[in-house]
């Protein structure tokens, strides 16, 4: 008990954030966090000394919200983003959002927009990888992956013309 | 543009993103896994299916061997991979083909990432001058590593950390042998020379005392006390598998004996359909009586003009035994190994004889009422004295309860037999 216990409290609040990106809120990320840890504990031994223990655990984790939103993909209904929204240049360099915020956003997407956005994005994936992943074709991977986009992109200028 | 611009946003702010999440996830991983740790395991089930596997694995075990060693893949491109099966992300996510020069020096201006090449030219290698196999890797492909440092100061105990990554880093880029100059080298045959001492080999002897836990005869009922549990032997050929330094599955070939007697009974020819389950081989029918039951005085006057005797019954049976059985090792000491043994036996049956004595004749029957194949549950200790690496003595201690022995209730005969096996063993 004592080793799982220095293992969770040294990647903990990595797989953590992990969890929170991959996930619809805190509480699934939550769960998520708490499911990776016990397939962690199970699969140790598993784990063959080759590539970066961290790299390990952290594919342990996205796999865990991979399969758990994989499974609820199909029931889900995307709200279309308007296609008209004027497409005019503005200036992310230098708007000053948070954390919280950007989180909040890539929360907010769709269940397979989130994956893709994020395999691809902040996990650096190949499209050919996601599609594996997630058992769809390369061609819905890169179509989630510009809606992803789009929605975030407007969810920004939203936010900024409120502050504004 | 705008796209890059997002993933930009995102990635700055997010990727390296941590988090403390609350106590209570601790707390419930810490309950889930406590009671994973109590929850017992059926042994017996464990014990069965790991049998089956062993039975399987002394069959399969030489042919797999050869396999492994003379098929060769017949592909261009070989990539050693780790082997996994549940995480096919594993062997991909580090590992980033780029085909551009350029995208070093982009990747060497971000933070936390740290870019190796690898330009590795064409090999070919003959092999066994038969198969021609070839390692080809394109030049143009670049290996590049992210390597992840943990951060110490966002550790609760710096000390841990640096432990950590002692352990980890320099084993993060292996160097990728040649896979069959691997196979080839003498380093690997020699290795698995030493590992596998897992096999054993024992001829074993042991003495057996048979009894049941009913009074009763399987006979007829009406010898109901007067049988005794006799000594007999067994022996035979002990085969054994270590799994791991705690458990070791074995199995084997033994011929077992059982002998059970009767003596000083009453015996008197019977006309009518006998009652009890013996046939001799002469086709008389015989009736028995226990000679000190005061019944059979009271028997023997309605029936008088039978002849009566007195005689000794035995019976011999002898099975060919196939166990299959768990051992659990709960010694430290190197010596001395002790181990817990629990399993089952397959029992054949090999010899069916029954011999009444009389002082005036011999008749030699069989038993009309056993199974040709029966099992016994085995429950024992078995106690390995090491002489040297390869050899070692070995006493064991066994009880056995026999199940499905008789295809009738047999009165309620229910036999069991203690014994005390000893061996030599042979580790290789």
Redesign the interface.
């Known amino acids: 008990m004592a080793a799982q216990s220095k293992v969770y409290q040294l990647f903990a609040d990595k797989l953590f954030a992990v969890s929170l990106k991959y996930s619809r809120n805190y509480q699934d990320a939550e769960d998520n966090l708490q499911d990776s840890f016990l397939t962690i504990f199970d699969k140790i031994k598993q784990y063959n000394h080759k590539g970066s223990f961290e790299g390990w655990l952290k594919r342990i984790t996205i796999n865990t919200a991979l399969q758990t939103y994989r499974k609820k993909a199909p029931l889900q209904i995307i709200q279309e983003v308007s296609e008209t929204i004027e497409d005019e240049e503005f200036d992310l360099e230098n708007a000053n959002f948070n954390v919280d915020f950007l989180l909040e956003c890539v929360q907010q997407l769709p269940d397979q927009y989130r994956l893709v956005f994020n395999l691809f994005v902040l996990d650096e994936y190949s499209h050919k990888e996601i599609a594996d992943f997630l058992k769809i074709s390369e061609g819905t991977t890169k179509s989630n992956l510009s809606r992803a986009r789009k929605i975030l992109k407007e969810k920004l200028e939203i936010h900024q013309k409120k502050l504004n | 543009?705008?796209?890059k611009?997002?993933?930009n946003?995102?990635?700055q702010?997010?990727?390296n993103?941590?988090?403390?999440?609350?106590k209570?996830?601790?707390n419930?991983?810490?309950t889930?896994?406590?009671k994973k740790k109590r929850r017992v395991f059926p042994f017996w089930l464990f014990s069965g299916s790991v049998a089956a596997i062993l039975v399987l694995g002394l069959f399969l075990y030489p042919f797999s061997s050869d396999e492994n060693q003379n098929s060769i893949p017949n592909i261009d491109e070989i990539i050693t991979t780790?082997?996994?099966k549940?995480?096919?992300?594993?062997t991909?996510?580090?590992t980033?083909i780029l085909k551009n020069n350029k995208v070093n020096e982009l990747l060497k201006t971000q933070q936390n990432v740290l870019v190796k090449t690898k330009i590795q030219k064409e090999k070919s290698i003959i092999h066994n001058n038969k198969t021609a196999f070839i390692a080809l890797k394109k030049p143009v492909k670049q290996l590049v590593l992210k390597?992840?440092t943990?951060d110490a100061n966002?550790?609760?105990?710096q000390q841990?950390?640096n432990i950590?990554i002692n352990e980890?880093?320099p084993?993060?880029v292996?160097p990728k042998i040649d896979l069959n100059a691997f196979l080839s080298s003498e380093e690997t045959a020699a290795n698995n020379k030493v590992v596998q001492k897992n096999w054993s080999v024992a001829p074993t002897f042991g003495a057996l005392q048979s009894n049941s836990f009913a009074n009763t005869s399987p006979v007829t009922e009406d010898l109901a006390n007067s049988t005794n549990g006799e000594n007999s032997f067994s022996y035979g050929l002990q085969v054994g598998f270590k799994i791991n330094k705690r458990w070791t599955i074995q199995s084997g070939i033994h011929l077992q004996e059982m002998r059970y007697s009767n003596n000083q009974i009453g015996i008197y020819p019977s006309e009518i359909a006998t009652t009890s389950s013996i046939a001799f081989k002469d086709n008389t029918s015989v009736s028995f009586n226990n000679t000190n039951a005061e019944s059979l005085s009271l028997r023997t006057n309605s029936f008088d003009s039978f002849i009566r005797n007195t005689g000794n019954l035995s019976q011999n049976f002898g099975y060919i035994e196939i166990p299959v059985e768990m051992k659990y090792n709960f010694s430290n000491n190197k010596k001395i190994e002790a181990q817990l043994v629990t399993g089952f036996s397959s029992l054949f049956l090999d010899k069916n004889e029954v011999i009444l004595n009389t002082p005036n004749s011999t008749r030699i029957g069989e038993l009309t009422n056993l199974n040709a194949i029966n099992f016994s549950g085995n429950l024992g200790f078995d106690f390995n004295y090491f002489l040297n690496n390869n050899w070692s003595l070995t006493l064991n201690p066994m009880f056995k309860i026999h199940l499905n022995t008789y295809n009738t209730d047999a009165n309620g005969f229910a036999p069991f037999n203690l014994g005390i096996y000893s061996g030599i063993k042979y580790q290789f």
Do not use: G, Y
């Open positions: 543009m705008a796209d611009k997002i993933d946003l995102f990635k702010q997010l990727k993103l941590e988090v403390s999440p609350n209570r996830v601790w419930s991983i810490e889930k896994l406590k780790i082997p996994t549940k995480n096919p992300i594993k991909t996510i580090d980033l390597h992840f943990i966002l550790t609760l105990n841990k950390t950590f980890i880093s084993k993060t292996l």
